[in-house]
């Protein structure tokens, strides 16, 4: 059961989509952590949209009749190249849905693509109770997603799919397992290059989150617990300054064993109980994912 436990910590997505006036993107990557030659994770969630933050939590706008939704596919790869060397890419395929006034539009676009090479900085051969493993990661994010400033029909940029700008950035993974509860901590920055996006120009900026997921492990399941604090930084619209973003997100997940490689798991995140978010959108969202590992 120790065994399922740390499979299923290694590959819990925290994939709540943290939309914002400028885009949305993957909060957290996933780390191999019991030598899979080969993971694979597929995940259907939908996202309900609440309301607005303007500026600060106290100025909050609610939407009427939950007319922002969006609908996911992601996909999920990840591969070892040697003991202590291992490589990831992640992409969805989302529907955006808007409805006003009656009249309801939806668009359909792929996401940015996040792909990493990781490395197991510090392993643990023998147990210590307070040394953790240690993952350090280099992020590249392609602009294979639909960015704010992107011609697209839908209000409250419902079909806003990425960020559409090449990125460069580091991650790092701490994990601990104390049999039956294992933790794991994850920091993500990605520098944002600059780019000309349908005629708009758009400065650096950057896209950080700072995850942390607890999980405990029953016979025959697995509950886990999360938390994300995700950001985006200012950067300069043609040559105007544009503000920054901030959410955190909550989370809840069950996952349960099939057979030795297969994991079936249930979540629900929610971005707005805790936390004082600025300038972005808050969603709820609920997701059921399949992982296959190969040893």
């Known amino acids: 059961m120790a065994r399922y436990l740390v499979i299923v910590l290694s590959l819990l997505s925290l994939k709540t989509y943290a939309s914002s006036c400028c885009g949305q993107a993957p909060t957290s990557f996933s780390v191999l952590s019991l030598n899979q030659k080969l993971s694979l994770t597929t995940s259907l969630s939908y996202t309900e949209s609440v309301g607005r933050v303007y500026q600060d939590s106290d100025k909050f706008f609610v939407f009427d009749k939950k007319n922002r939704s969006v609908q996911s596919f992601n996909l999920n790869v990840a591969s070892q190249l040697s003991e202590r060397s291992q490589v990831f890419a992640t992409i969805s395929q989302s529907q955006g849905r808007f409805e006003s006034n009656g009249i309801t539009a939806t668009a359909s676009h792929s996401s940015d693509t996040l792909m990493g090479w990781t490395y197991e900085a510090i392993p643990v051969y023998r147990y210590s109770y307070w040394k953790p493993t240690v993952y350090l990661s280099a992020l590249v994010n392609l602009p294979t997603g639909r960015s704010i400033y992107d011609d697209q029909s839908l209000g409250e940029a419902a079909g806003v799919t990425g960020h559409n700008q090449y990125g ?95 994991f079936l798991g249930v979540n629900y995140s929610d971005q707005t109980l805790i936390g004082k978010s600025k300038n972005t959108i808050l969603n709820r969202n609920f997701g059921l994912s399949l992982n296959y590992n190969y040893f």
């Open 168 to 262: 460069v950035g580091l991650g790092l993974t701490l994990k601990k397992v104390y049999y039956p509860i294992s933790l794991s901590l994850q920091l993500k920055s990605i520098e944002l290059l600059s780019s000309k996006i349908n005629n708009v120009e758009v400065s650096n900026f950057n896209d950080s989150s700072l995850s942390f997921l607890a999980s405990y492990s029953f016979t025959s399941l697995t509950s886990s617990l999360g938390i994300s604090y995700n950001q985006l930084s200012e950067r300069t619209v043609n040559n105007q300054s544009s503000e920054g973003s901030n959410n955190t997100t909550v989370l809840v997940a069950i996952q349960t064993p099939i057979n030795e490689s297969l």
